[in-house]
């Protein structure tokens, strides 16, 4: 059964951000492959015109596959940029699939749909403290202000601390695979998590 979710707010900012995130991958996928960036235009087309949830779980599909197939070849792999702005999408789906099929397709106000993406950014969080060999890939300085982030809702402390923690990841992590993968895509899993919560916010106060 089709459910109309166009016009549900919650939904529409988390297409928002996905649209953007794309739109970026686009631009670094040029410089590597002009016929992939072209495929995942197509993509973005799709994505603009999502209206219910049928056109939006094959989207959804077709995006996994896109980004599955992609990232085998590890010249696309190792670029961490392209990785975070083509698999933060990924994680903003996995989302608002909670949310949508969580709550049998109803609209949420902002506030509740925050909650559960709050709720689980501080699982993700969890999830990077207890990381094996966390030590092996961060400095102690560093894993303490993950620790922190564990411990504070301030959306402004959060995304200063974060970008602390990224901007080492970025610099410190060489290749992608194995331990190292699987670290940087909690920490992209975190950064979608993290800048949902902040543009709901945002739309919060704003109202």
């Keep these: 059964m089709k459910h109309e979710i166009a016009e549900f707010d919650f939904f529409e900012r988390g297409l928002a951000l996905m649209v953007a995130s794309l739109d970026d991958g686009t631009q670094l996928l040029t410089e590597l492959s002009q016929e992939q960036s072209e495929a995942l235009d197509i993509l973005i087309d799709r994505l603009v015109d999502v209206e219910d949830s049928e056109g939006w779980s094959e989207f959804n599909h077709d995006l996994k596959g896109f980004d599955e197939e992609l990232f085998q070849d590890e010249k696309y792999l190792n670029d961490k940029e392209l990785y975070l702005a083509l698999t933060e999408p990924v994680y903003l789906g996995k989302y608002l699939d909670l949310l949508l099929i969580g709550h049998n397709y109803q609209d949420l106000n902002l506030l509740s749909a925050q909650e ?92």
Excluded: C, M, R
């Design 116 to 207: 559960v993406i709050k709720d689980n950014f501080a699982s993700v969080i969890q999830k990077i403290i207890t990381f094996p060999q966390l030590n092996n890939h961060f400095s102690d300085e560093v894993i303490k202000v993950i620790k922190i982030l564990a411990t504070t809702t301030n959306l402004n402390d959060l995304n200063e601390g974060f970008l602390i923690v990224f901007a080492q990841a970025l610099q410190e992590f060489k290749i992608l695979k194995d331990e190292t993968l699987a670290l940087f895509d909690l920490l992209v899993e975190t950064d979608a998590l993290l800048s949902y919560w902040s543009f709901l916010t945002s739309d919060i106060d704003a109202e």
